[in-house]
């Protein structure tokens, strides 16, 4: 196998004995090893363990018993999930006081299950609050496709590590755009799927009412191979749905046949930039999505979620913030005092405006089945850039990245984010469904990738 | 919402900070008052939107 192989080629290559599981892991160890120096994707790497399950991959194959669908594929997680045996850091330089972990967080668990081996913890914005990838404690993690240029984030570990061929599935966490951002940047499939779909049980929070954790990979196929195998209820997450899995590989190969795409207009192309809106049309034409619809509120919906982003934040950090606040990024500290600080009624006003818009757009959905719009404003930024244009105007980058991503996770719907692969640089695009139809975006992105509308590029490194 | 001076909303930060017990430093005021400025505003935007006094917020607690 080499670098680039898909988890799908991985894990049929490992089933039908081309390859065994030993030699993909030590292969994507070595690769770590070469390339992570610059990339700087991983915060730990679990070799022994992952040697370790390798070898028990392989013995299952070898007496013959059933293998999962991610026999052999090696993964890894934002480091802030709970891997047994590391303290779970959150990106922080507070957390590396915690106990180590002693058991992993389901979904590693449920990975693994299927056949998965995890290689290690990855980098990622302090305490998931941000939009970079950088990270003054551990270094920024770097874009694959031009190392001087920001991965995305929060999950920037995550998006660094598989663009730059290291592992061809990591997990990450998305409150306001932390998976879809850094596959905008990257160059890669993100699915967020629908609030409440995957438990969130040991893995370290930012905002309860907001958190979504998923996978990113370069294939529509394998981000459904792994959303499929981390389904299912859990009772240690109260946020989880007890709905039982509604798998999507099944139906991945169903094409666009009768589907209603429309796309998003108003708010979602005033404040994007060219690459973004000629990314957004190529996808339209493709899918032949000649539907405009207006996502009603939209720009109140993002400032509903930024309020209610600060203020979660810092009341979860508020005993941080008293004891330990040297020890935080100043960025992120002084975004998490200011958070603690919002009056109760604004936040309540945002929860009951939550509310109002998730019927609004609900109703879209009567008449579309999904909706396009960008998920970036553009393609990755300098690493230490502090500004960026929107509408004209200079503004502040870190808050902003996120404007397009942000209306959409507010009320939990679910996404895909696809690849483009223009030069120099990709650059992402939404597709949105509604609550539990992640098999319909799965679909649609699988289309696109079939019709070689949409692909992860691979950077030169 | 009206408008907030620097002047007022240093005074709240530092009430705000003696209340919640946590420490400030002199230092760190401008860029949280960025922060909590930009904050401010953007709630304005979402609490000013009219709602009937009988609207639900989102989370719902199941007992």
Known sequence: MEAWSTAAEIAEAVAQGRTSALAVTEAALARIEERDGILNTFTAVTAERALAKARLVDAACAAGRPLGPLAGVPFAVKNLFDVAGLPTLAGSKINRDRAPATTDAPLITRLEKAGGVLLGALNMGEYAYDFTGENVHDGSSRNPHDTSRMTGGSSGGSGGSVAGGLVPLALGSDTNGSIRVPSSFCGLFGLKPTYGRLTRARTFPFVASLDHLGPLARSARDLALAYDAMQGPDAEDPVCTTRAPELAVPTLHNGIGGLRVAVAGGYFERGAGPEALSALATVAKALGANQRIELPEAQRARSAAFVITTSEGGALHLDRLRTRARDFDPATRDRLISGAMIPASLVVKAQKFRRWYREQVLRLFEHCDAILAPATPMTAPKLGQQTMMLEGAEVPLRANIGIFTQPISFIGLPVVCVPLPLRPLPIGVQIIAAPWREDIALRIAHHLEEAQVVRAPRPSI | ?63
């Open chain 2, 1 to 63: 919402m009206g408008e907030i001076d620097d002047k007022a909303l240093e005074a709240y930060i530092k009430t705000a900070a003696a209340a919640l017990g946590i420490p400030l430093e002199e230092a760190w005021m401008p860029s949280i008052r960025a922060n909590l400025d930009v904050s401010l505003r953007l709630a304005s935007l979402a609490a000013d939107f009219e709602l009937p006094d009988e609207s639900e917020p989102a989370p719902v607690f199941e007992a």
